[in-house]
């Protein structure tokens, strides 16, 4: 069931009508409906691998509950070993088989050995990176004895389960979501006219945003043989607001509907393409993900307080497991990879790497533009490897923008470039907000509404065909 439809237009308020209804009823009795409407919510995909999101939590569950009752180091170290076998094979046979198969194939056919072999015809379980990255970090968090195991296995499952964030996250932590499961919900005015803003910002973002320059860019990168450097560099440009306004889009729709029902997730995106260089993008881009892997990989690696050289191998291989985690393809591993090589020079060589807006300031400087403007063109750069069929797709692209007709005028909408532009302007002005359309400052009751008419209409009348979220694959 996708956000931007009628059928989830029809299916939240049932399920917020019927949740509130039976506010008097037990906490654990509240976490079963919401398990059972979450399962049906996943159904509408393939009630098959309900069977999956089933295991993984009754695998977790039960190595989390004995985790805590042994002191052997070795138990403990076997116990976290089978959760991390079962979950990461799981996630391995069903995502990365038979492209490792296929990897291992063509490296020996370059040196003249050849092999033959079927390929799987595995069907990619939606939402399986999101919930399998949620239940690891449970148990390793308990093995490292960061938190206590809950002995509600009913909420535990609510909490691997919940509908909102279950198919494209954000990947949450047991000590924020699970407790939150726990304990008893009341309603809240403001955080449910909260929820509703950030539902009806994330439904423009996907539907106004991402899903007028998917149309552009999805004939751009089929027939990009045949454009001008300036028109690719521009395709460019709107897949990153495409992938942006997508993926942004369903956090916010995610973290509104959660907040509906009383809960708090954590933040996605925080305005990214005002970032100011690369290693700023990734603390404001997919925030769940970057701190899941700067918890879990990096700073068990040693982090930053390491030799130079032991440094440039943790970034790598950080980011090459984040360009894995997007997709099995070559493709997301180079962009991986691009990431690092961008990333690591801010790190070697700036010690004040974090940097932040004043709330006085209506423009940027001069240099804070610069640096903006700098740091968005290097993330479009990486974007085309990320969108691109191949490396090769990709390097064939990028020789093209990088080619005289770069100077040419670009065959695209005006309109659209417009829109974008102003898009960028109300997150400029936001950019100390919650989100963009968090508008508790503006002190005109009259001037707030207007803005939520007019969203509302730019919804309806540049909503065309029902577009897939894009991070519904990975």
Aim: hydrophobic share 50%; net charge positive; proline share 2%.
């Amino acid at each position: 069931m996708l956000f931007n439809t009628i059928d989830f237009a029809i299916f939240l308020p049932i399920v917020l009508a019927l949740y509130w209804m039976i506010s008097g009823r037990s906490v654990r009795f509240r976490n079963i409906y919401l398990v059972i409407v979450s399962y049906i919510f996943y159904s509408f995909w393939d009630w098959r691998f309900l069977s999956l999101i089933f295991a993984s939590s009754l695998v977790d569950y039960v190595v989390g509950k004995k985790l805590a009752e042994s002191s052997s180091l070795l138990r403990r170290r076997t116990l976290l070993g089978i959760s991390l076998v079962f979950n990461l094979g799981m996630l391995f046979t069903f995502k990365y088989f038979n492209f490792f198969v296929e990897t291992f194939v063509d490296t020996f056919a370059l040196f003249g050995t050849e092999f033959s072999y079927n390929s799987w015809q595995i069907l990619l379980p939606v939402g399986i990176s999101f919930y399998t990255f949620q239940t690891l970090s449970y148990t390793i968090d308990i093995f490292r004895k960061r938190i206590a195991p809950t002995n509600d296995i009913v909420a535990f499952f609510a909490f691997v389960s919940f509908f909102p964030q279950l198919v494209a996250g954000p990947i949450e932590r047991a000590s924020n979501l699970l407790t939150q499961f726990e304990t008893r919900r009341t309603f809240d005015y403001q955080k449910s006219v909260s929820g509703l803003r950030l539902i009806l910002g994330g439904l423009f973002k996907k539907m106004v945003i991402a899903d007028n320059c998917a149309v552009f860019v999805n004939t751009i990168f089929e027939q990009y043989e045949m454009a001008s450097g300036s028109t690719l560099f521009v395709g460019a440009v709107f897949f990153a607001f495409q992938i942006y306004g997508d993926f942004s889009g369903y956090s916010d729709i995610a973290i509104g509907s959660a907040r509906l029902m009383g809960f708090d997730l954590m933040k996605n995106f925080n305005y990214p393409y005002l970032a100011q260089n690369m290693s700023d993008f990734w603390r404001r881009w997919h925030i769940s993900l970057s701190t899941w892997f700067r918890d879990y990989v990096y700073i068990p690696l040693g982090g930053s307080r390491v030799s130079k050289s032991r440094l440039v191998l943790n970034i790598l291989v950080v980011f090459l497991l984040s360009g894995l985690w997007h997709g099995a393809n070559l493709t997301f591993v180079f962009w991986g990879l691009l990431h690092a090589v961008f990333v690591l020079p801010v790190l070697l060589f700036y010690k004040n790497h974090t940097v932040n807006f004043s709330k006085e300031k209506r423009l940027p400087t001069i240099r804070e533009f610069l640096n903006i403007a700098g740091t968005f063109v290097v993330v479009v750069i990486a974007w085309v490897f990320f969108r691109a069929e191949s490396i090769g797709d990709a390097f064939d692209y990028l020789k093209i923008v990088f080619s005289s007709s770069l100077f040419t005028m670009p065959n695209v909408s005006r309109g659209a470039v417009l829109l974008l532009m102003g898009y960028m302007v109300i997150e400029w002005v936001q950019r100390h907000q919650d989100h963009f359309l968090d508008v508790t400052n503006v002190s005109s009751r009259l001037l707030r509404y207007s803005l939520y008419f007019i969203t509302l209409f730019c919804i309806f009348y540049y909503a065309g065909d029902v577009q897939p979220f894009i991070y519904f694959q990975f």
